[in-house]
């Protein structure tokens, strides 16, 4: 092949692509049939620059087209934008979609924590044996009678908010991350959370406190033990990836799943920035309880339902929760 007659015949397409690429910055001038020429001239100037590199050895004509098609390709298929629309994205397809995605898991997470917590705490009230061999009595009394309202109130409230937030932030993220182990360790530290929940519980309904139990509990609880489960059912589906596979080799599965968590994790860190700020400046307030109750509760619906209208409205319109699906696909160019 002449590749100088190459050139000079393909030439005149390059030019007429750059002029159509620098349009391109106002796709709404531009007509049909030139936004068709532009995805055609940029699949004929890939096919193009493909030939050139095997058989030429001027730099500056491969690094000029490289630059033209590189172009032509933000252009075509949308350049990576780092900006609010980026953030406007996530919240709005990626984290609520897999969020979605994940349901089940959430709820058979959350159905399981319950039921042992509850478990436990019906255990504790009701069994003088239990009560006496996990605590002596005289803990019990201080526990019932300050202690446990007086973690709410022992710190300023910003400080305090911060504190819970970084606890609860790092004990999701260590859920999440401990699926990589086939998902045994988010089973215990899942498990560790429903049976503490659940001892402190028995031990408050066994000396009268029940209502200041579930007083305290309740408002960040609800939107708090959640974003928890989601975590927790993330790390599950994380081990489950290495388990069972599927149809996808091992690897790619567990690819997929861990783009996922990140997500996942991101997201929940907001939520818990939120049910941080209730337990610091509501769950102790002097707010009537079904007032912070009922705070508690908005907040938890609210979570609830973005997550399932954002989720299942980007799930019915085929859109992916994959962080790498924008890199999946190959260019494709004529060959002829």
Same mark, same amino acid.
């Given at each position: 092949?002449?590749?100088?007659?190459?050139?000079?015949?393909?030439?005149?397409?390059?030019?007429?692509? #750059?002029?159509?690429?620098?349009?391109?910055?106002?796709?709404?001038?531009?007509?049909?049939?030139?936004?068709?020429?532009?995805?055609?001239?940029?699949?004929?100037?890939?096919?193009?620059?493909?030939?050139?590199?095997?058989?030429?050895?001027?730099?500056?004509?491969?690094?000029?087209?490289?630059?033209?098609?590189?172009?032509?390709?933000?252009?075509?298929?949308?350049?990576?934008?780092?900006?609010?629309?980026?953030?406007?994205?996530?919240?709005?397809?990626?984290?609520?979609?897999?969020?979605?995605?994940?349901?089940?898991?959430?709820?058979?997470?959350?159905?399981?924590?319950?039921?042992?917590?509850?478990?436990?705490?019906?255990?504790?009230?009701?069994?003088? %044996?239990?009560?006496?061999?996990?605590?002596?009595?005289?803990?019990?009394?201080?526990?019932?009678?300050?202690?446990?309202?007086?973690?709410?109130?022992?710190?300023?409230?910003?400080?305090?908010?911060?504190?819970?937030?970084?606890?609860?932030?790092?004990?999701?993220?260590?859920?999440?991350?401990?699926?990589?182990?086939?998902?045994?360790?988010?089973?215990?530290?899942?498990?560790?959370?429903?049976?503490?929940?659940?001892?402190?519980?028995?031990?408050?309904?066994?000396?009268?406190?029940?209502?200041?139990?579930?007083?305290?509990?309740?408002?960040?609880?609800?939107? %708090?033990?959640?974003?928890?489960?989601?975590?927790?059912?993330?790390?599950?589906?994380?081990?489950?990836?290495?388990?069972?596979?599927?149809?996808?080799?091992?690897?790619?599965?567990?690819?997929?799943?861990?783009?996922?968590?990140?997500?996942?994790?991101?997201?929940?860190?907001?939520?818990?920035?939120?049910?941080?700020?209730? %337990?610091?400046?509501?769950?102790?307030?002097?707010?009537?309880?079904?007032?912070?109750?009922?705070?508690?509760?908005?907040?938890?619906?609210?979570?609830?339902?973005?997550?399932?209208?954002?989720?299942?409205?980007?799930?019915?319109?085929?859109?992916?929760?994959?962080?790498?699906?924008?890199? #999946?696909?190959?260019?494709?160019?004529?060959?002829?």
């Amino acid at each position: 092949m002449d590749l100088d007659a190459f050139v000079a015949v393909h030439r005149p397409e390059w030019i007429r692509l #750059g002029r159509l690429v620098d349009r391109a910055g106002r796709p709404r001038r531009m007509s049909a049939d030139e936004l068709d020429e532009l995805v055609e001239l940029y699949q004929r100037a890939a096919t193009h620059l493909s030939v050139i590199r095997t058989r030429s050895y001027d730099t500056s004509l491969v690094d000029d087209l490289t630059t033209l098609v590189t172009r032509a390709r933000a252009a075509v298929g949308g350049a990576p934008d780092p900006g609010w629309h980026v953030v406007g994205r996530f919240f709005a397809v990626t984290f609520p979609l897999a969020v979605y995605e994940r349901r089940r898991w959430v709820l058979a997470t959350a159905l399981g924590s319950v039921l042992v917590a509850l478990a436990v705490g019906l255990w504790i009230a009701n069994d003088a %044996e239990a009560q006496a061999n996990l605590a002596p009595p005289s803990a019990v009394a201080k526990l019932c009678r300050s202690d446990f309202a007086s973690y709410y109130t022992e710190n300023p409230a910003p400080s305090f908010a911060s504190q819970v937030w970084t606890n609860n932030a790092w004990v999701s993220a260590t859920a999440v991350a401990a699926g990589a182990l086939l998902g045994l360790p988010t089973l215990l530290v899942l498990l560790m959370n429903a049976v503490n929940t659940g001892v402190v519980g028995g031990y408050m309904t066994s000396c009268g406190q029940s209502g200041q139990f579930w007083s305290l509990i309740l408002p960040h609880g609800m939107l %708090e033990l959640t974003v928890v489960f989601l975590a927790g059912a993330v790390g599950l589906r994380l081990g489950w990836s290495i388990i069972a596979p599927g149809p996808r080799r091992r690897v790619e599965a567990l690819a997929a799943e861990g783009r996922a968590a990140v997500t996942i994790t991101l997201g929940a860190a907001v939520a818990l920035a939120v049910s941080g700020v209730i %337990e610091a400046f509501v769950t102790p307030s002097g707010l009537p309880t079904a007032v912070r109750i009922g705070i508690g509760a908005l907040a938890w619906a609210g979570f609830v339902a973005y997550a399932w209208s954002y989720g299942s409205r980007a799930a019915a319109a085929g859109q992916t929760a994959d962080l790498d699906a924008a890199h #999946g696909a190959a260019d494709l160019a004529p060959v002829a």
